[in-house]
Nanobody, 115 residues
Framework: QVQLVESGGGLVQAGGSLRLSCVASGGDFRFNAVGWYRQAPGKQRDLVAR???????NYADSVKGRFTISRDNAKSTVTLQMNSLKPEDTAVYYC?????????WGQGTQVTVSS
């Protein structure tokens, strides 16, 4: 019954910004680690940003200083603020939560950065 729904993707020019949101339902995820991952065509799915159970963050080197992960427990929402976007950021972005022993994923939202 756990569901993760991403939104906020789209087409943006290099240097622009997007804010991705992931709304979670079906459980209490306040104390679970959450993350954003991305997968470009022909590439593996890689970690973009992770927020730990206690609120610590971890970012891929390629996005440090540009992306920020945050959560709003009242809204059961995880956000990825993406600034200074580059064409290489183009990918499908997925949110993730590990809950009750299961790794859950959303359907993904497409981010395309044009030059």
């Amino acid at each position: 019954q756990v569901q993760l729904v991403e939104s906020g993707g789209g087409l943006v020019q290099a240097g622009g910004s997007l804010r991705l949101s992931c709304v979670a339902s079906g459980g209490d995820f306040r104390f679970n680690a959450v993350g954003w991952y991305r997968q470009a065509p022909g590439k593996q799915r890689d970690l973009v940003a992770r927020l730990s159970r206690v609120g610590n963050t971890n970012y891929a080197d390629s996005v440090k200083g540009r992306f920020t992960i945050s959560r709003d427990n009242a809204k059961s929402t995880v956000t990825l603020q993406m600034n200074s976007l580059k064409p290489e950021d183009t990918a499908v972005y997925y949110c993730n939560v590990f809950y009750a022993g299961i790794d859950y994923w959303g359907q993904g939202t497409q981010v395309t950065v044009s030059s």
